[in-house]
């Protein structure tokens, strides 16, 4: 079987596994808890969250840890607009290509407390325009949330320069790095708060991180014994955080070489589909794209069809977000880069995971792939 779906999750690493292991069982107390035991499994915890802010570029105060990167998005969006609203902030800035977690926050903030939420265009490659966001920010403008890196098309956006914008408009600015992390560097991008998923990276599920600058108030989602400085409530998940840190040191040590390794196999691959299969369009940015990201529309096909053959055949793959895995509507990724419904329904995405592959991988993958369309015309 050859797995091409690590954006939807990545298997656990051995080093995560191994580095995790004793606070499964030998170091097993309530880090609330002050004893000994308690202590133990305290001092763990403050290490992973010191470790995972060096990669994050922030305090190690600033780290909060969840259960994953949708309680990380839900956080920082809802979190910090309730915070804004008793300053008469009621306004956020997104964009239509955001995960569900982003998207269904935004419309909860609109339903039950009157936010208006402004969507920025996005362009047929799914990338934002900074003058649109300058545009875009008001006098009540309580935050803008970015999707670093796009889960479905994999366009990576300019959060640079949009970081930039927001700070002039003194607006603080999320970046959802669930799909970047690892694949792209976050420490200098001047984001205000940025959300991370361990499961993409090599953990076991149910890890993630917000890590938000001290100086923007953030409303807990959680309430109870005010764990994670008041902001999380809850027994904190000793075992995945330290995971958590070990798998982002071990991706940041690595990036630069699996990029390029990755990177290279990814585009041969899209060449060959592009090459073998007239109908075949390579959504996204061709350019700023992740590294191991190649999403395809086929024209005249199902996507559901196609996907079942290329698992006859041993690859597994997927047609986008596995949060909406199921759902009979088309990508709201691809329609808003202006995909008619017809052919977002075609969709097929493979993403491409750490562990090197065979070099004839990207030539015997594109044969499946051109044989598995074809099938799925009959």
């Known amino acids: 079987m050859l797995y091409l779906d690590h954006a939807a999750t990545s298997p656990v690493r051995p080093e995560v596994l191994e580095a995790m ?17 308690g202590e133990a499994a305290a001092g763990a915890l403050d290490d992973a969250r010191a470790r995972v802010a060096r990669i994050l570029g922030m305090r190690t105060g600033d780290v909060v840890f969840t259960a ?6 839900n956080l ?61 920010i008001r006098d009540d ?53 940025v959300s991370v998923a361990g499961h993409k990276l ?37 075992a995945g955080a330290v995971a958590l840190a070990t ?25 060959l589909v592009l090459e073998s299969i007239p109908e075949a369009v390579l959504t996204g940015d061709a350019v700023h794209r992740l590294p191991g990201t190649a999403s395809f529309t086929f024209a005249g096909t199902s996507g559901e069809s196609v996907l079942l053959e290329l698992e006859r055949r041993g690859v597994i793959s997927s047609s986008g977000s596995a949060c909406a895995a199921g759902s009979d509507e088309p990508s709201h990724v691809l329609l808003a880069c202006a ?18 592959l065979p070099d004839d991988a990207p030539v015997r993958l594109a044969a499946l792939v051109t044989e598995s369309v074809r099938a799925a015309r009959g």
């Open 68 to 73: 994953g990167g949708t309680e990380a998005n």
């Open 21 to 37: 292991s004793p606070y499964l069982s030998g170091v097993y107390g309530n880090p609330s808890s002050h004893h000994t035991a």
């Open 141 to 193: 403008t309580a935050l803008v949330s970015i999707g670093h890196a796009n889960n479905e098309i994999g366009t990576i956006q300019d959060a640079t320069a949009l970081a930039s914008v927001a700070r002039a408009a003194r607006v603080p600015l999320h970046l959802d790095a669930v799909q970047s992390a690892g694949w792209l560097g976050l420490r200098d991008l001047g984001a205000d708060a």
């Open 76 to 136: 920082a969006v809802k979190g910090i607009v309730l915070a804004a609203l008793e300053a008469g902030r009621r306004h956020l800035v997104i964009s239509p290509i955001e995960h569900e977690s982003i998207l269904e926050s935004a419309d909860y903030l609109r339903r039950f407390h009157a936010v208006e939420v402004t969507l920025l265009p996005v362009d047929a490659r799914g990338r934002i325009a900074p003058d649109d966001l300058t545009a875009a």
């Open 247 to 271: 798998a982002l040191e071990i991706a940041e040590h690595e990036r630069e070489v699996v990029a390029a390794r990755v990177g290279a196999a990814t585009r041969h691959f899209i060449a």
């Open 339 to 356: 995909v008619s419904p017809e052919v977002a329904q075609t969709a097929v995405r493979f993403t491409f995971g750490r562990v090197p």
């Open 202 to 238: 090599g953990t076991p599920k149910g890890i993630g991180a917000l890590a938000v600058r001290g100086r923007v108030p953030v409303e807990p989602l959680l309430h109870g014994g005010g764990q994670e400085r008041g902001r999380r409530s809850g027994t904190e998940n000793v």
